[in-house]
């Protein structure tokens, strides 16, 4: 161990070596990153302007869209300079820091997707109480506990990280330092740091998840029981665009940190890593703002009417 050369920095072989592609994922992931951000910020300035959507779902959605441009910005400007760049280099402690920030967005975000289906649940099956239980105070003590878990969860997983030392490779077959790849590359033993992913990932992800599970399984059950047609329709499209948005981060989630490690499905990390830290940030203001009529309103009012808010 002590011949060996301590390894100072990453090299991060991102999605192609191929020059042309290079330049053409340059512009793409630049184009989405300021859609992001843009998208974002127009659902955090409508939603904390327009009289018309200040209640606890709008709240939520605004620290939603606030989560999105944390978890972009932390991934898309290290991987446009790697693109363009001649060194396709991270430090240690770039890549250790990403690696954490990801955790602490991440865990904020899962927590604040269980907030807003609480929040459904509340509003259809118990609207009588909804005024009273989702009073201002509460949401507030709801999205602070969101960042609360999410820096719990990444110093769970970053504690382990300081015993690591890595004298082996240095290359990392992704565009980000995830966890896993990261791991991969230890010259000591990783048992420990693998036994507390798993452990965190089911507390800090599949909790919340299982919360949302629940509290969906009463909603659907409620939104069967009520005979008008349009009432129905009406509920349940307060909650598709929500369960859409769950849907795609989970499903990336899951698989990026729960599946065995093999050679084998790295260019399928490479995808899902892309559509939970990239595309799904995007996509998230563009859902809300297709399913939900009160958005596209006040995003009309205050940037004008747009033909596809019509």
């Known amino acids: 161990m002590e011949n060996q050369t301590v390894i100072i920095e990453f090299i991060l072989l991102g999605l192609s070596r191929d020059p042309h592609l290079q330049v053409i994922f340059f512009f ?11 998208g974002n910020s127009a659902i955090i300035l409508v939603t904390r302007t327009e009289s018309s ?3 606890p779902m709008f709240f939520f959605l605004s620290h939603l869209a606030f989560v999105d441009i944390c978890y972009s910005s932390v991934i898309v400007p290290k991987m446009l300079e790697n693109i363009i760049g001649k060194q396709k280099t991270i430090s240690w402690e770039g890549c250790m820091a990403q690696s954490v920030l990801i955790f602490q967005v991440a865990g904020a975000e899962v927590v604040i ?7 459904r649940y509340v509003a259809i099956c118990d609207p009588l109480h909804y005024t009273t239980i989702m009073k201002k105070n509460i949401c507030r003590y709801l999205v602070s506990g969101a960042w609360a878990m999410g820096f719990l969860y990444s110093l769970v997983n970053a504690l382990p990280l300081l015993n690591l030392h890595f004298c082996k490779s240095n290359i990392i077959d992704n565009f980000i330092c995830e966890l896993p790849s990261v791991l991969a590359l230890s010259c000591i033993q990783t048992l420990t740091n693998y036994i507390v992913l798993l452990i965190s990932v089911l507390v800090f992800g599949f909790g919340p998840f299982l919360f949302i599970l629940i509290s969906y399984t009463y909603i659907i059950a409620t939104i069967l029981k009520i005979r008008s047609t349009e009432g129905r329709r009406k509920a349940f499209s307060t909650c598709s665009s929500h369960l859409i948005v769950v849907g795609l981060f989970y499903i990336a989630g899951f698989f990026r940190y729960m ?3 093999s050679e084998s499905f790295i260019y399928l990390d490479k995808v899902m890593s892309i559509q939970q830290g990239i595309l799904t940030p995007m996509l998230n203001p563009i859902i809300y703002s297709l399913k ?5 309103n006040a995003l009309a009012k ?9």
């Open 259 to 261: 599946k065995p490690g």
């Open 292 to 296: 939900n009529k009160d958005i596209q």
């Open 113 to 119: 997707l269980a907030a807003m289906a609480y929040d």
């Open 28 to 38: 793409l992931f630049l184009i989405i990153f300021l859609v992001t951000l843009l």
């Open 53 to 55: 959507l200040q209640n």
């Open 302 to 310: 205050k940037f004008g009417k747009c033909t596809f808010l019509k």
